[in-house]
């Protein structure tokens, strides 16, 4: 299977060595580039790639914004992966909260580059669990919501998967792990997302950290 | 309260000294310094004392010798050296001499209007008072004393009655005086302990008196914030730039390596660009380190639209032709504002020369009633595609238009590179 990529970044020499390294892969295709947030719906609209590379600080529309306006606007939108040059930067926690599917560093090797989007392509696990497990301590909120995800009314075979789901296992290493079928975790996790209401993993996750079902890290 | 005085000195809040400590008060270097600026404070009254004893002979007549000197003393003592201690450099000197023997650590005054204040010039003729007469009394009984004790220690021998040295009254020769002479000795020991006690009191009082008052510690405390705020700025953009650089480094690195075998030209092209990249993040280093390196940089006064000819000239003579009008009168400009306009002005313009190279930059700047608006435009040069920075140049300027609560917006227009920034001359009630 062929993947899209659209690359957006206000750096041309980002863009320029990202291309290159990702249309040296035989399965993945640079659809196009895309200076700034606000060309990024229009281009999604049209070329409908699998998997969004975007930059979080852009001069007209940021990151953050391109994000929730391609998710709010465009249907089956294609899965964001964010750009950022610290690990420590505030905004992308702000980007995966609107809804981008994992980030990732610019000084990424480019194998972790092209692995990155394949795996969010996929679907199938979490990009970073610990990286993103962090992030959520930093942005742990100061009080947890009482009740957590009572709401949600996950039952506990689904809790769990959700607790391993956050430790990064993919669904088939969940299922090693439960000793139960590749296919019924599949359907497990179809029913986490459900009741989260999340459109990926990677929303369900932080949803689970945010509501302190899972507490980030012993603070 | 206090915390803001424990910068300037005053919490000598010590427990009562134990004996021991008392015993040890004359052996201490620190107490026989203290004495030396009361000394000081002695001979700098001897002028005083000296017109005071032409003037009492004169007065003697009508007013008695204790109205005399009660009169002279007043003027003498207390007015003369009211107006004497109003002057900055008495001032000065008080203060680098408490530092220096009174051990008392004096922050500097800093006046919000660059002058010394009639506030602290009062202060500071109290405090040149008070070290005056205290130093004069000391240094009296010092005069006095060791001829006075030798008397006394003489005249257990003598036969007749003996004076005081230069004093009055007189000791009544013969051993029945031989009590007084342990008290006679024990007296220097006592003039000791008083001096120490005087200059202690002038180390106690020092900080009221000579330390910066509450304005003046509030204008080191803004300078100091601003100044810090203007080092985590520069430390950010710093972080930001070089960050951006080695960003650019390593895709670029990594994509040609990737591309070495099947695209030559993209490699020789990356490295290239690696190279400058790298350079720039390296001049941007350099040019920060500087900044915070250069103390004189950060305690020269902040710019403001007053010094953007100056800027202008600067940037023209780099190589740059820039065309500045000005609409209406800087003088309607509160500080705050016009500083800010000059940094943003400062900061356009560096990026104008960045991303674009050499092209002609108008400048337009427009002081209304309520806003100050500032335009910078240069055409979009096609030859020069790489904009290296990005929007990082406008993230500062974006931050000081907030921090204003003005408006920004900043873009490609008809075929030129425009950025327009508005900000309220007035706070917003």
Not at chain 1, 194 to 210: G, S
Request: net charge neutral; hydrophobic share 50%; with cysteine.
């Amino acid at each position: 299977m062929n993947l899209g990529v659209l690359l957006v970044d206000d750096e041309p020499l980002i863009r320029s060595g990202l291309r290159a390294i990702i249309d040296a892969e035989p399965d993945l295709t640079v659809l196009a580039e895309a200076e700034d947030g606000a060309a990024v719906t229009p281009l999604v609209r049209r070329l409908r790639p699998d998997v969004v590379l975007m930059d979080v600080r852009m001069p007209v529309v940021d990151g953050i914004e391109a994000t929730r306006r391609l998710l709010a606007n465009v249907d089956d939108p294609p899965r964001v992966l964010v750009l950022t040059t610290f690990e420590n930067d505030d905004y992308v926690f702000d980007a995966l909260r609107a809804g981008a599917s994992g980030f990732m560093l610019k000084r990424a090797r480019p194998d972790e580059v092209v692995r990155a989007i394949r795996l969010l392509a996929a679907g199938d696990s979490l990009l970073f669990p610990a990286a993103i497990r962090e992030l959520a301590a930093r942005h742990a909120p100061a009080r947890v919501p009482a009740g957590g995800l009572d709401s949600a009314g996950l039952t506990d075979r689904e809790a769990q998967i959700l607790r391993l789901m956050a430790q990064g296992l993919s669904n088939a290493e969940i299922a090693a792990q439960l000793v139960v079928s590749p296919e019924t975790v599949k359907t497990h996790v179809a029913h986490v997302l459900t009741k989260l209401d999340a459109r990926d993993r990677t929303q369900a996750v932080i949803r689970a950290y945010h509501s302190g079902f899972i507490a980030p890290l012993d603070r | 309260m206090r915390g803001i005085r424990t910068a300037a000195g005053v919490c000598h809040d010590r427990p009562m000294p134990g004996l021991r400590e008392l015993l040890a008060i004359p052996v201490r270097r620190s107490t026989w310094r203290r004495i030396a600026y009361l000394m000081i404070g002695g001979a700098l009254a001897a002028p005083y004392l000296v017109l005071a004893s032409f003037a009492v002979p004169a007065l003697e007549g009508g007013l008695g010798v204790a109205g005399a000197w009660a009169l002279t003393s007043a003027f003498y003592f207390v007015a003369l050296p009211i107006v004497t201690g109003m002057l900055t450099t008495v001032r000065e000197l008080e203060v680098g001499a408490a530092r220096r023997l009174l051990d008392v650590p004096l922050a500097d005054a800093e006046s919000p209007r660059g002058a010394v204040s009639w506030a602290t010039r009062r202060r500071s003729a109290a405090w040149f008072v008070a070290h005056l007469v205290l130093g004069l009394v000391i240094c009296l009984l010092a005069l006095v004393m060791p001829p006075a004790v030798v008397a006394v220690c003489l005249a257990p021998f003598a036969t007749g009655d003996v004076q005081l040295g230069q004093l009055d009254p007189t000791v009544p020769g013969g051993p029945g005086s031989a009590w007084l002479v342990p008290l006679a000795l024990l007296a220097p020991v006592a003039l000791v302990y008083l001096a120490a006690g005087a200059s202690a009191l002038l180390a106690r009082i020092a900080p009221r008196l000579l330390g910066p008052s509450p304005a003046e510690q509030l204008a080191t405390l803004q300078r100091q914030a601003v100044q810090l705020a203007e080092r985590n700025r520069l430390a950010r953009e710093l972080h930001d730039s070089v960050g951006h650089a080695l960003s650019i480094v390593t895709v670029q690195a990594g994509a040609a390596g990737r591309v070495l075998d099947s695209d030559l030209a993209f490699a020789r092209r990356a490295l290239t660009d690696i190279e400058t990249s790298a350079r720039n993040g390296l001049r941007d280093l350099d040019h920060v380190l500087g900044l915070l390196r250069d103390d004189q940089a950060a305690r020269a006064p902040t710019p403001t639209l007053a010094d953007l000819q100056r800027l202008v000239a600067s940037t023209r003579s780099a190589g740059i032709d820039v065309s500045a009008e000005l609409t209406g009168c800087l003088d309607d400009v509160p500080q705050a504002v016009s500083r800010e306009a000059y940094r943003i002005v400062q900061e356009s313009l560096t990026n104008a020369a960045r991303h674009a190279g050499h092209v002609p930059v108008s400048l337009h700047l427009t002081v209304g009633s309520e806003h100050l608006e500032l335009e910078l435009t240069n055409p979009l040069d096609a030859s020069h595609p790489q904009r290296s920075g990005g929007g990082r140049g406008l993230n500062g300027i974006r931050e000081r238009v907030m921090s204003l609560r003005g408006e920004v917006s900043a873009g490609p227009d008809a075929g030129r590179w425009r950025i327009a920034v508005r900000l309220p001359l007035h706070p917003a009630p």
